[in-house]
C-alpha cells in the first residue's frame, strides 16, 4: 500500500470498512504517522454517533441496497472534505484566540465573551514539560465542541487531551502523536460534558504522564 493510501484510510479505519489485512497494515502505519493519528481523533465524535446509532437500529431491520464499494469511497472522501473545512473554522478561531492572549499576557485563561456564555478560551504553558496550549471550546447540544493547538518540544510520543468534570469524571477529547522538535499539532475534538460541567483540560502522555493543565474558571 503506497503512503497516500495509507492517510487516505484513516476515515475508512474509522468507519470499521477496511478488510482484515488493510486494517493491519494500517495500524502498523498509524504508529509512525501523527497526520492519521490526528485525523482519527477528529473522527471519533462522528463515528461515535455512527455507532450510537447503530446499536439503535433494529438487528431485524435490513438495507434496501448495498453501498457499492465506490459509494463507501464517496462517503469516505465526503467526510474528510468536511473535517478539512472543520479544521480550517477552528483556525480561525484561534487566531483570534492569539490576539486575545497577547492582550492579556501568556499563560492566561480566559473565557470567551462571543461564546454565548457557554464558550471557553482558554491558554497556557508548563514550565516543567515545556508544552504549551491554546484551547477553545463550545457549547452544543450534545456537550462541547473543542479545538486545540499545542506545542512540544518533547517526543516522539503519543498524546491525548483529557477533558476532567466538575464531578471527576473523565473523558478523552482527541488524541495525536508527537515527533519532537517543538512541532505545532492542531486537533479537533469533543466531549459530552457541557463547558459549565468542565474543570478543567488535561494533555496527557500515553501512559498517564501530565503534560499541561488548562483550569476552567468557574
Not at 13 to 41: I, K, M, N, W
Not at 120 to 126: E, P, V
Amino acid at each position: 500500500m503506497r503512503s497516500l493510501e495509507r492517510h487516505r484510510d484513516a476515515g475508512a479505519y474509522a468507519l470499521g470498512v477496511l478488510d482484515p489485512a488493510d486494517r493491519f497494515r494500517f495500524e502498523d502505519h498509524l504508529g509512525d504517522c501523527a497526520a492519521c493519528t490526528a485525523q482519527l481523533g477528529e473522527l471519533r465524535p462522528t463515528t461515535g454517533l455512527l455507532a450510537r446509532y447503530a446499536r439503535a437500529t433494529p438487528p431485524c431491520v435490513e438495507w434496501c441496497a448495498r453501498p457499492a464499494p465506490t459509494l463507501v469511497e464517496r462517503a469516505v472522501d465526503r467526510l474528510a472534505a468536511l473535517h478539512r473545512r472543520a479544521r480550517r473554522r477552528a483556525w480561525a478561531a484561534v487566531a483570534v484566540l492569539a490576539l486575545l492572549v497577547t492582550a492579556a499576557g501568556a499563560g492566561a485563561a480566559l473565557r470567551s465573551p462571543a461564546a454565548g456564555g457557554g464558550g471557553l478560551a482558554l491558554a497556557g504553558r508548563d514550565r516543567a514539560s515545556g508544552v504549551s496550549a491554546r484551547l477553545t471550546a463550545g457549547g452544543r447540544a450534545w456537550g462541547s465542541e473543542v479545538a486545540l493547538v499545542v506545542r512540544d518540544p518533547g517526543g516522539p510520543r503519543v498524546c491525548r487531551l483529557v477533558a476532567v468534570g466538575r464531578d471527576g469524571s473523565e473523558q478523552t477529547v482527541a488524541g495525536w502523536a508527537v515527533r519532537g522538535g517543538g512541532e505545532r499539532v492542531a486537533v479537533t475534538g469533543g466531549a459530552a460534558q457541557r463547558p459549565d460541567a468542565i474543570a478543567r483540560f488535561e494533555v496527557r502522555a500515553v501512559g498517564g504522564e501530565r503534560l499541561l493543565s488548562l483550569p476552567v474558571p468557574s
